[in-house]
């Protein structure tokens, strides 16, 4: 188990490492001169070499590199050009909103595709089955911003009961302080982002929970299990579930990423002041510095999620643990 | 290959999936040469019309035509699925038939740097270049694109390393056809299935999303009508004409709809035995 999980750890960090290095290859030095690019055509030579100065341009791509990685690990990040502010504070102040938004959705895609799954596996070509793969295959193909434009056009237009979008803040405006009224306030305006987000990986995730579940009922342990008088119900419940899980944990983990890049998009459909807001508003200001360190957030935040889906298998599957 | 055909149209997802494609693929088509009117054309008298004869599907804020604008919009979105499926599609089969090839550290290279590529969603690889050259239709194609290599890559050499083991690999072989002949003549005609199913299902993404990097403004820029953009445009009318949000994105679902049950049909025309047991 040891050897396992420092090998998946010492991959864990070569990826990252990679990231980082493309991220700041990508982001630095294709661009040539960001100085130029954040300032476009029409800046002086000064100002140019003023912003250069500052952004640390005129010091060798390694030296640079070093600075940004060590800065990164130790939470002192550069100064984002358009706030003039540390971009961990403002990431920090913006994942408030995002985080509780992606974990709201995979919450609920995890819930409504395995719900939705079993009950389709369960009643295996039937109408109930057929009804869910039919339902899942049109969610597949629904993108989620338009899902989010009907839900507004629902939920804020027609029946008027939430506001279109926008995000009050966890805390009590006047007060501070956070109190039951204004936690539910905010929660209410992430309840329309997250089933946007969901409705889509709940979708593949149901087909994928379908499809683990219907294989592992095939095999032999299970027609033993209820040779021995098990009922369907408590078979599913004892023996299939947890071995159907792994397929399941692969795509929920590969799905996380995708709530995190949907998060972007979907932040931008209902204005909340999340990450996927800030990186796009750091594109229209040019800002290369917020762009850069929220792509590697993302990013991180992809291969730690695949990370952890791998160490997920090894406790579901301890067979894995010796591979 | 009759035989395939007669079997492809009673099986109900590949005809409503093909019909679907068919329909879209014919929209692209159509507006080449004819739309009801220029999709560009600014006409403010008449903006935010409903349904009517002269405006099958009413007219936008600026007084365009939505039919000819979704029209003309097929062709964006097909134009961005080709290209990006075409450049995951070559560069994947290219590096995923070396790594089944060649195993070795040429298999673990490939594969781990396929690996990493994951961990660049499209929206984050469009990011990163819009950052740096602007938003385009061609930064969000090779954003995508890109995306769809290590996609292919994985799918190929899995497939290929099973095609390796086969006895009339190891005859060819034995009969001194190189690794480049084998790759060509026995490895590439038998995993062709697999590569037609998976690069419909990446056709199908690849609309979803340049529709969502053209919705956020990264993709296709004015005045080539896309679909993502209609919909971004939609959601600023969205109390005085709500439908205008409603077209495109069916537009966009029915593709990707379509794009999906065509390669689920495949897959199941194409592996008999999966068929039977489903």
């Given at each position: 188990m040891p050897v396992f999980l420092l090998k998946r750890f010492a991959t864990f960090l070569a990826t990252l490492a990679v990231a980082s290095v493309v991220v700041f290859v990508v982001l630095?030095?294709?661009?040539?001169?960001a100085a130029e690019l954040i300032l476009g055509?029409?800046?002086t030579p000064e100002s140019l070499a003023a912003l250069e100065a500052r952004l640390g341009l005129d010091r060798p791509p390694l030296e640079r590199y070093a600075d940004w990685v060590g800065g990164l690990l130790r939470g002192e990040t550069g100064l984002s050009t358009?706030?003039?502010?540390p971009t961990a504070e403002l990431i920090v102040e913006r994942l408030q909103v995002t985080l509780p938004l992606a974990l709201l959705a995979m919450g609920l895609t995890v819930v409504l595709a395995l719900a939705l799954g079993l009950y389709a596996a369960s009643h295996h070509n039937k109408l109930g089955d057929v009804g869910v793969m039919a339902a899942s295959q049109l969610g597949i193909a629904i993108p989620n911003f338009w899902f989010a434009i009907l839900l507004i056009l629902l939920?804020?237009?027609?029946?008027?009961?939430?506001?279109?979008g926008g995000f009050p803040g966890w805390?009590?405006?006047?007060?501070g302080a956070f109190t039951a009224a204004s936690l539910g306030e905010a929660l209410k305006a992430l309840v329309l982002p997250a089933i946007a987000l969901a409705l889509v990986q709940a979708a593949i995730l149901a087909r994928v929970t379908r499809s683990a579940v219907l294989e592992v009922m095939r095999e032999d342990f299970v027609r033993t299990a209820r040779a021995k008088g098990l009922t369907r119900r408590q078979a599913l419940w004892r023996h299939v579930l947890r071995n159907a899980m792994i397929p399941v944990l692969t795509v929920a983990g590969l799905q996380f990423a995708n709530l995190i890049t949907g998060t972007i998009v979907v932040e931008n459909v209902f204005v909340l002041p999340g990450v996927g807001r800030l990186v796009f508003q750091a594109i229209s200001n040019r800002d290369l510095v917020v762009v850069r360190d929220v792509v590697m957030l993302l990013a991180g935040v992809v291969v730690l999620v695949n990370f952890v889906v791998d160490l997920l298998y090894a406790w579901v599957d301890p067979r894995l643990r010796v591979a | 290959m009759k035989g395939f055909w007669q079997r492809a149209l009673r099986h109900p997802s590949f005809a409503a999936g093909g019909l679907l494609t068919a329909l879209l693929a014919a929209a692209a088509l159509l507006s080449l040469f004819w739309?009801?009117?220029?999709?560009a054309e600014i006409d403010i008298p008449n903006k935010?019309?409903?349904?009517?004869?002269?405006h099958w599907l009413g007219t936008d804020s600026l007084g365009r035509d939505i039919a000819s604008q979704l029209l003309v919009g097929a062709q964006n979105s097909i134009v961005v699925g080709l290209v990006a499926v075409g450049i995951g599609l070559g560069l994947g089969v290219l590096l995923g038939c070396i790594a089944s090839a060649r195993r070795g550290w040429a298999e673990e290279l490939i594969m781990r740097a396929s690996d990493f590529t994951f961990a660049f969603p499209a929206l984050l690889s469009a990011i990163m270049l819009t950052a740096i050259y602007g938003p385009g239709l061609v930064m969000s194609i090779v954003a995508i694109g890109i995306f769809n290599i290590p996609v292919f890559a994985r799918i190929t050499r899995g497939a290929a390393n099973a095609v390796w083991a086969r006895d009339y690999v190891t005859a060819a072989r034995a009969a001194g056809k190189g690794p480049m002949a084998i790759t060509l003549d026995h490895v590439l005609p038998n995993i062709a299935n697999q590569l037609i199913v998976q690069a419909t299902i990446s056709f199908a993404t690849a609309i979803l999303a340049e529709a969502a990097l053209t919705y956020l403004g990264l993709g296709t820029q004015p005045p080539q009508p896309s679909w993502g953009r209609m919909l971004n445009e939609a959601q600023t009318q969205m109390f005085q004409a709500p439908l205008l949000a409603v077209y495109p994105g069916v537009a966009i679902m029915l593709s990707v709809l379509g794009l999906n049950l065509m390669g689920d049909g495949l897959r199941d025309l194409m592996d008999p035995k999966l068929a039977r047991r489903r």
């Open positions: 630095e030095l294709l661009p040539g001169n055509d029409t800046a358009s706030y003039d502010t939920f804020a237009v027609h029946l008027q009961w939430v506001s279109a805390a009590d405006e006047d007060s | 739309a009801p009117y220029p999709p935010l019309q409903g349904p009517s004869a002269a």
